[in-house]
């Protein structure tokens, strides 16, 4: 069965680094497209990054453009997120999810499979 496990996350300063990763496992990686969602305490779960299965084709929410930086290792069968210049308004819990269709997507209904979160705090 189709399997998300992220890592990473932690309590951070404002204007610090962080790296997620979502180790995947029970499909074929490689084949489809990858995304990073959010979700703030008593927010909607907010599309943050997707990546194409080559990492060809990338796109980013405008909030994010410029800090944080979506990557994947098909060898490894892994998804990652590097989050620089981070804000307090970037804290939220933060989910990998795929939705096995080749086809990029941002919404986050369309994604059928998710990971079950790591917490990122960003401190002022």
């Known amino acids: 069965q189709v399997q998300l496990i992220e890592s990473g996350g932690g309590l951070v300063q404002a204007g610090g680094s962080l790296r997620l990763s979502c180790a995947a496992s029970?499909?074929?990686?490689?084949?489809?497209?990858m995304g990073w969602f959010r979700q703030a305490p008593g927010k909607e779960r907010e599309f943050v990054a997707v990546?194409?299965?080559?990492?060809?084709?990338?796109d980013y929410v405008d909030s994010v453009k410029g800090r944080f930086t979506i990557s994947r290792d098909n060898a490894k069968n892994t998804l990652y997120l590097q989050m620089n210049s981070l804000k307090p308004e970037d804290t939220a819990v933060y989910y990998c999810?795929?939705?096995?269709?080749?086809?990029?997507?941002?919404?986050?209904?369309?994604?059928?499979?998710w990971g079950q979160g790591t917490q990122v705090t960003v401190s002022s």
């Open positions: 029970g499909f074929t990686f490689s084949r489809y497209p």
């Open positions: 999810a795929t939705s096995l269709i080749r086809k990029i997507m941002v919404a986050a209904d369309e994604y059928a499979y």
């Open positions: 990546i194409s299965w080559t990492g060809g084709s990338i």
